[in-house]
C-alpha cells in the first residue's frame, strides 16, 4: 500500500516537471543548489541521528537533504557549463569540481557513501559530457584499477583490524573487506552478501514464482524490499526475469541518450545525459552489490525498491527527462 502511495506521488511529481520548459528548469538551478548545501550544513549542528548516521533534518517534517542534491548537483553543473559555452577552460572545469566536491564532501561526513556516490557520479557525468578531456580521465581510471588490483592482491594483510584506510569509517571498511571474501563473517558482515547470492542462485531460470521466494519470505534476506529487492526479485522471476528487468532499464537508458543528443542547448543536453546515466548508476551498483561484485551501500533499485524519498527523487529525474524531449520537439517543429 504505501509502496502503491509512493509510486503515484512519484507519478504525480514527474508529471508536473515534464511540464515546465528547460529555461525555467535552468532558473531554478542555482537556488535549489545553494538551498541544498545550506540544508546539509544544517544537518551537521542539528540534524536527526539514526542508527549512529546523521543524514535527516527536522524542520516539521523528517527530511533527508541529501536526496535533493542528487537533482540540484546536476542541475547547477548545467547551469555552469551553459554559461561558459564557447569559452571553456581548464578554470572553468576546476570550478566545476569545486561545485560538485562541497556536497559530496559534506554527504560522507554524514556519514552516507551510497548518496554521495549518486550524487559524484551525476556530478562526474556533468563534467564528462561537457568536453572534459580524455588525457584526464584515461589517468584516473588507470590509477582506480590499480587501486584495484593493489587491494584484491593484498587481501587478509591490508583488511588487518589495525590498519586503517584514510577517508573511510571502519563499517565502510568492513565492507569492502567482505566483498573480498564474505564467507569469512557469514554470520555477520559477509551475512548481507551470502544470503543475496543464494537467493539468486536458487531462482534458477524462471524463479519460484511470484511471493513464493523462500530466502525472501523466511526472512534470510535482510533489507528485502529497499537495498536487497533485487535478491528477492531474482528468487521469485529467475534468471529470466532478471533478463527483462535488465531490458526494461537499457530501454530506458538508451531512450534517455537519445533525449540528451537531440536536446536543443548545452544546458539540457548535459542534464538529460547526467541523470540517464545516473539511472543506470542506481541499477549498475544496486545489483552489483547485491550479487557480490560491489561493497554493499544505500542504493536502491530505481522503481522497484521501497522507499518514498527516492522514488520522488527518480520521478523528479524522469519528469526532466520529459520536459526536456518535449522541449526538443517544440524546436524541431
Request: hydrophobic fraction near 55%.
Amino acid at each position: 500500500v504505501d509502496h502503491g502511495r509512493n509510486m503515484l506521488i512519484a507519478f504525480g511529481i514527474l508529471f508536473l516537471v515534464a511540464q515546465i520548459p528547460p529555461q525555467r528548469l535552468m532558473s531554478l538551478a542555482v537556488p535549489l543548489y545553494v538551498i541544498g548545501v545550506i540544508l546539509l550544513v544544517a544537518v551537521e549542528f542539528a540534524g536527526v541521528t539514526k542508527k549512529g548516521a546523521t543524514r535527516w533534518l527536522n524542520v516539521g517534517v523528517v527530511i533527508q537533504p541529501s536526496e535533493m542534491l542528487k537533482i540540484a548537483v546536476p542541475l547547477m553543473l548545467a547551469w555552469w557549463f551553459q554559461r561558459r559555452e564557447g569559452q571553456l577552460r581548464v578554470p572553468d572545469f576546476l570550478a566545476a569540481g569545486a561545485l560538485l566536491a562541497v556536497p559530496v564532501a559534506l554527504i560522507i561526513k554524514q556519514p552516507d557513501l551510497g548518496t554521495a556516490i549518486l550524487v559524484l557520479s551525476a556530478g562526474l557525468y556533468v563534467i564528462f559530457f561537457a568536453g572534459l578531456s580524455w588525457k584526464l580521465i584515461i589517468p584516473v581510471l588507470l590509477t582506480g584499477a590499480v587501486a584495484i588490483t593493489a587491494l584484491v592482491m593484498s587481501g587478509d594483510a591490508i583488511c588487518e583490524p589495525d590498519v586503517k584506510w584514510p577517508g573511510l569509517r571502519d563499517y565502510q571498511k568492513h565492507r569492502v573487506c567482505t566483498l573480498l571474501d564474505p564467507s569469512k563473517d557469514p554470520l555477520g558482515k559477509g551475512f548481507h552478501t551470502l544470503q543475496g547470492m543464494i537467493a539468486i542462485g536458487s531462482g534458477g531460470i524462471d524463479g519460484k514464482g511470484f511471493m513464493k521466494g523462500t530466502q525472501t519470505h523466511l526472512e534470510f534476506i535482510p533489507e528485502r524490499t529497499t537495498d536487497f529487492v533485487f535478491a528477492a526479485f531474482a528468487e521469485e522471476f529467475g534468471l529470466v526475469g532478471c533478463i527483462a528487468l535488465v531490458l526494461g532499464f537499457t530501454f530506458l537508458i538508451f531512450r534517455g541518450l537519445m533525449i540528451a543528443s537531440e536536446a536543443p542547448t548545452v544546458f539540457s543536453r548535459l542534464l538529460a545525459g547526467a541523470i540517464t546515466l545516473s539511472f543506470f548508476t542506481y541499477a549498475f551498483v544496486n545489483m552489483g552489490m547485491v550479487s557480490g561484485i560491489l561493497p554493499v551501500v544505500g542504493v536502491p533499485l530505481p522503481f522497484i525498491s521501497y522507499g518514498g524519498t527516492a522514488m520522488v527523487t527518480l520521478g523528479l529525474g524522469l519528469g526532466i527527462l520529459m520536459s526536456i524531449s518535449k522541449s526538443r520537439r517544440l524546436v524541431q517543429t
